[in-house]
């Protein structure tokens, strides 16, 4: 990138083989974790794999659905299984504030604190403590922050980011990154993404348990020689994945796919890619097509406590009075719980009245929803016809007949 002082990048591999003196062969010697690429589109460069952890592997692309407080929101982990969950989200500052990480820790870890023996990923907080804190301050050190709960002041420093994920025991952990806003400047971009790299050094060297993959994440916001910059520094820290975050945070959709397309060829091939924060259908479509692998978002289960569904042919919104005698299915394409036993009319009635119920149903659907279409997704890659079936997936989306 002309004009700026980042233009030294070197191929992902490559970088990592030079400062660590390995082949470049980042799954190499670990019995817990290891990834196989089983096929890459040529064309776009999707990808199909399977992701072997010590909870169970997990098939990819998958959308990983959020359990901020050790739940998904309506969903029992009985039908989480049912719908095909492979892998959920936890967070580490709303863990950490409660029941606390040293309990989750005396009760033998996340899994069977929330009876979820399926495999776990925890974000480090990084995200909550800038986003929710009333109040934080950001040095080198870390951040000071006060609680959204209580407003009582605490500190994140990358040291206890890895102890808290180190207490709650997910198989995957997120390292400690300040997420730098949309349309910060380059420099206030380029302080957060040089504050990023210095934190990942530091979550390294106190992250010393085998059983959980540490994943870097590439900050940098929308500029590319800073996405660039981060790679680079991110890369002798890959060991069995690398997380993409800084992105859907307000900005034009075609603007992350731009860095998603610039990004595509320099991002590690033998470990899985993790785009955080993403997880409407199109925006899983379009990932996917971009060579990513793991995706989470709560949208699923936020809209649907507001009586929206995610289907085949588009979103509905059931609160609304056309539904109110209509006595078929959300989704004549979909089979589950939901959409086998209860009409559009029904969903209605149980949103309107304030009835739970009505959100359990919508949430189930919609994760159900999307693991279908990350199946697909899959299933046409594994196939060669990943272009096709993007094709079909948006001709669908916008003829709701």
């Known amino acids: ?163 808290i994920e180190h207490n709650l025991g997910a198989d995957i952990i997120m390292a400690f990154d300040q997420c730098s806003e949309y349309g910060y400047s380059h420099a206030q971009a380029e302080a957060a993404m040089e504050r990023t790299s210095r934190w990942l050094e530091r979550c390294y060297h106190v992250h010393d348990v085998p059983h959980q993959a540490l994943f870097p994440i590439v900050q940098g916001n929308f500029y590319k020689d800073l996405r660039e910059a981060s790679l680079s520094r991110c890369l002798p820290y890959v060991k069995h994945g690398i997380a993409i975050g800084g992105l859907s945070v307000g900005e034009p959709k075609p603007l992350m796919y731009e860095l998603l397309d610039f990004l595509q060829p320099k991002l590690p091939t033998d470990v899985p890619r993790y785009l955080m924060g993403v997880g409407s259908p199109d925006c899983l479509v379009e990932g996917v097509l971009r060579g990513v692998d793991m995706f989470d978002c709560v949208l699923a289960t936020r809209i649907a406590r507001n009586g929206t569904a995610l289907t085949s042919r588009g979103k509905i919104v059931v609160r609304n009075g056309k539904y109110r005698e209509d006595f078929t299915p959300l989704d004549p394409e979909c089979d589950c719980y939901t959409c086998r036993n209860y009409t559009k009319a029904y969903l209605r009635h149980v949103v309107n009245v304030g009835e739970m119920m009505g959100g359990m149903l919508l949430s189930l659907h919609n994760i159900a929803y999307l693991h279908r279409l990350m199946r697909g997704l899959r299933e046409s890659i594994l196939g060669g016809y990943v272009k096709e079936f993007a094709r079909e997936f948006y001709k669908k989306q916008e003829d709701p007949t």
């Not at 190499?28 to 199909?48: C, H, I, Q, V, W």
């Not at 899994?111 to 995200?127: A, V």
């Open 1 to 163: 990138m002309t004009g700026h002082k980042y233009t030294d990048f070197v191929s992902g591999d490559t970088l990592a083989a030079k400062r660590l003196g390995m082949t470049g062969d980042h799954n190499m010697n670990n019995k817990y974790f290891s990834f196989e690429l089983l096929k890459t589109d040529p064309e776009t460069g999707a990808r199909a794999g399977i992701f072997h952890t010590p909870h169970g592997d997990i098939e990819t692309p998958v959308y990983m659905p959020v359990g901020t407080q050790a739940t998904v929101k309506g969903m029992l982990p009985r039908d989480l299984k049912e719908i095909g969950s492979q892998i959920i989200l936890s967070n580490t500052y709303h863990l950490y504030m409660r029941p606390g990480d040293e309990l989750v820790k005396r009760a033998g870890g996340l899994h069977k604190f929330m009876n979820w023996d399926r495999p776990i990923l925890t974000d480090s907080g990084g995200f909550q403590v800038f986003s929710l804190a009333k109040l934080n301050k950001i040095t080198d050190d870390g951040v000071t922050f006060s609680s959204h709960v209580d407003g009582s002041y605490h500190t994140f420093t990358p040291e206890k980011a890895m102890e």
